[in-house]
């Protein structure tokens, strides 16, 4: 079990009913963990102990009791320094496309810009509209700087886990007229609101490593993506501990830890996304990040 870097155990950023346009942090209060918080918040039934404090990792749990009207996205790009990606990462997806399972992960990043809120449009430019994608990822939430640390302590810098989508624009990352000779995954991951987070923060002290939590994709209701994070061939103890050998994770740093097989790429023929298409990824203990695309 991780070390306790907050102190709360779920965390959601909200509007809430009575005070529309304010927008605040609150511990959903929840009968079980089995509770859907993006479901709850859409029947207008969740209610939350209200946060003080000005960023997630301060936020401390009152008395006060609010109802959600919106549900937000747990982080802000400025919460965000960085976001760490895995690529395949998953052993059952790995070796149905051939290849030997990897000795080391492979790391590409996403900057800041590119976090959305659960439930906000996320918009498609015209560049990179004709292979939009989607790929649902456990991610991990680093609590505070990370440097050169090893697989036993890497919980201690685990402050929690939510879901994130890696939005993804395929042409601009495999086709060599746009990728150049070899695949290249930042460009090509990183527009505008391409990492939509959410629907909540669950602490690590929580859900530990996050070993054994099933997900699946779902897109405009048709399940694409099903796994459990037991497949990972780098767990969350690996990825912490190798992304910080030699570089400095920072406190509210994300690392996004690879999909499971049922991309859009690879299924027959493509399916790739389209204008006003609804993603919906969901994780066991979590909860459901859901988000429409928006060709502009």
Sequence with gaps: MSSKLVSW????RYVPVKAEGTVQYGEPILSDGKDDISKLAESGQLRVR????NNPFEANPTEQVQTVKTLLGPLETKDVPIIRCIGLNYKTHILETGRPLPTCPTVFLKPAPTVADHGADIPIPKIAQSQCDYEGELTIVIGRDAKDINE?????????????NDVSA??????AGKAGPVPQWSFSKSFDKYAPLGPALVAAHILGDAGDLSLKTLVNGEVRQESNTSDLCFDVRKLVAFCSQGQTLQKGSLIMTGTPGGVGLFTKPPGFLKH?????????????????????
């Design 9 to 12: 155990t779920r965390l959601v």
């Design 152 to 164: 036993a302590d890497a919980l201690d810098y685990v402050a929690a886990y939510t879901i994130g």
């Design 50 to 53: 209200v946060c003080e404090g």
């Design 170 to 175: 395929r042409d601009w990352q495999r086709e």
């Design 276 to 296: 006003g298409d609804e993603v919906v990824v969901e994780i066991g203990k979590i909860g459901s990040l859901r988000n429409r695309m928006v060709f502009e």
